[in-house]
């Protein structure tokens, strides 16, 4: 069976659904059998390539909020994440045009390493002080995942090296009818949007392996869109 991820490393919910995902999938018996293949979206295609901001910043100004609440914005993203055992800064992080990111991505899946550089990217973007917008983080980054550092600098030299990949991965999200991410699809049947909880991505793989006529899964879950909002959890009082 296979599961298709579209997803963008800028998108919290991404780094959570991830997470979520692979939680589920671990409890799921037939584990071993299911092909993973990570797809591009890009939540801010519209940015040039060096345009970057920092990401409280950015929340203020498309929101707007103050800083401070920007601020909290983030905190409650991140309370969820650390829910998961994810580590996630809420200062420091910058946000920009993933559009380079996922060509590595693409890159890296045609050398069957396309998932230790998702988490990688994922990592530096969240948890520690990198920037996945510095082409020179992305080499470190993609050396770390096992892919040759020549090969790696040519693809980012090239704007044209696997640009068509990610083009195709995106209207095919389109033609799915996903309008945000993360968006999971199983077996080409079955679509379930946002970063669910573990429990609904295992009875999902459990009713696709089953080959029912299923349905949507689970309540609404949080996702980041395709004008580049993500949704924020409301503060408790």
Same mark, same amino acid.
């Given at each position: ?8 490393? @800028? ?20 584990? /071993? ?7 591009? #979206? ?5 940015? +040039?390539? %060096? ?8 929340? @203020? ?8 609440? @920007?601020?909290?914005?983030?905190? %409650? ?12 800064? +809420? ?14 991505? %693409?890159? !890296?899946?045609?050398?069957?390493? $396309? /998932? ?20 020179? =983080?992305?080499?470190?980054?993609? =050396? ?5 550092? $020549?090969?790696?600098? /040519? ?6 090296? &696997? ?5 195709? /991965? *995106? ?7 996903? +309008?945000?991410?993360?968006? #999971? ?12 909880? !573990? *429990?609904? #991505?295992?009875? !999902? ?17 949080? !996702?980041? &869109? ?5 949704? =924020? ?5």
């Amino acid at each position: 069976m296979r599961v298709e991820i579209w997803s963008d490393i @800028a998108c919290p919910w991404c780094y959570i659904g991830k997470a979520r995902f692979e939680q589920g999938l671990a409890a799921f018996a037939h584990r /071993d059998d299911v092909e993973v293949v990570h797809r591009s #979206f890009e939540l801010d295609p519209g940015r +040039t390539r %060096h345009d970057t901001a920092p990401v409280v910043e950015m929340l @203020a100004k498309k929101y707007g909020r103050t800083l401070d609440e @920007a601020r909290a914005m983030e905190e %409650h993203v991140a309370s969820t994440a650390r829910s998961e055992g994810l580590t996630y800064r +809420t200062e420091g992080r910058d946000h920009g045009n993933t559009f380079d990111i996922h060509r590595l991505l %693409h890159l !890296a899946r045609a050398r069957g390493r $396309q /998932d230790q550089l998702l988490d990688l990217a994922y990592r530096a973007n969240f948890a520690e002080e990198r920037s996945v917008f510095d082409p020179e =983080v992305l080499v470190t980054l993609a =050396v770390e995942a096992g892919l040759d550092e $020549q090969e790696v600098r /040519d693809v980012l030299a090239d704007g044209t090296a &696997y640009a068509d990949a990610v083009r195709a /991965d *995106e209207r095919e999200a389109a033609e799915l009818g996903a +309008t945000g991410v993360p968006f #999971f699809v199983l077996d080409r049947r079955y679509g379930v949007s946002g970063g669910q909880p !573990a *429990e609904v #991505f295992t009875k !999902a793989l459990e009713q696709a392996w089953q080959g029912r006529v299923i349905t949507p899964i689970g309540t609404d879950a949080a !996702a980041c &869109y395709a004008d580049g909002a993500c949704e =924020v959890p409301q503060a408790t009082a």
